[in-house]
């Protein structure tokens, strides 16, 4: 009876919710990651004009993604939502090497942030499928991520078109959740 016990306990136990917050310039996919995420169709993508939430089931995990759009106007109002952050998924266009800067001092000034102090980092080098693509390691360096000491990182190679990479990272997620005392 102790096994059979056990797994009921399990299955009664309610599931952790975590907040997770989706951040990066526009067009860098992670909208497209979201709904990949979710398993739904993501022929019909259009730029995200406020923000998407969406719950995720992932590891025994409810992982509340909250998506916020990435347009140079919209960036302002991210700290609105840097309270009570689980994990932070910061989603950069590998492809897009003209914006390697602007995304940089973007993640720069997120690192910085109080309310996001320790919250472990997940960087999706999206659109690996693209030719033009920079590989994630160099974009670990570009990114000075060597000196990030004060939180667990991981950069993750993924297409947000193809799913490849996306389970991996998640995965990195779940193992790395620090619950905030609420």
């Keep these: 009876m102790g096994l ?18 989706l951040l990066g310039l526009d067009n860098a996919g992670k909208t497209t990651l979201l709904k990949q995420l979710a398993g739904e169709d993501i022929s019909h993508i259009t730029p995200t004009q406020g923000f998407n939430v969406k719950s995720v089931q992932s590891s025994g ?16 109002y991210w700290r609105n939502s840097f309270e009570n952050t689980d994990v932070l998924i910061y989603v950069i266009d590998s492809s897009d090497k003209k914006r390697l800067e602007e995304t940089s ?12 102090a320790a919250v472990p980092l997940l960087i999706f080098a999206n659109k690996q499928d693209l030719m033009t693509a920079t590989p994630a ?9 060597h000196t990030v000491r004060d939180r667990m990182w991981q950069v993750q190679a993924c297409s947000a078109v193809t799913a490849e990479g996306v389970q991996d990272g998640m995965t990195w997620v779940c193992r790395n959740i620090r619950f905030r005392k609420k």
Excluded at 105 to 116: A, D, F, R, T, V
Excluded at 137 to 145: F, G, P
């Design 4 to 21: 059979l016990s056990t797994l009921r306990r399990l299955r009664q136990s309610p599931e952790q919710e975590v907040r997770l917050l």
């Design 61 to 76: 995990f409810k992982l509340n993604v909250w998506d916020i759009g990435g347009q140079r106007k919209i960036r302002p």
């Design 105 to 116: 001092l973007e993640l720069s000034e997120l690192l910085e942030e109080e309310n996001l």
């Design 137 to 145: 390691a160099e974009l670990a360096e570009s990114l000075h991520l």
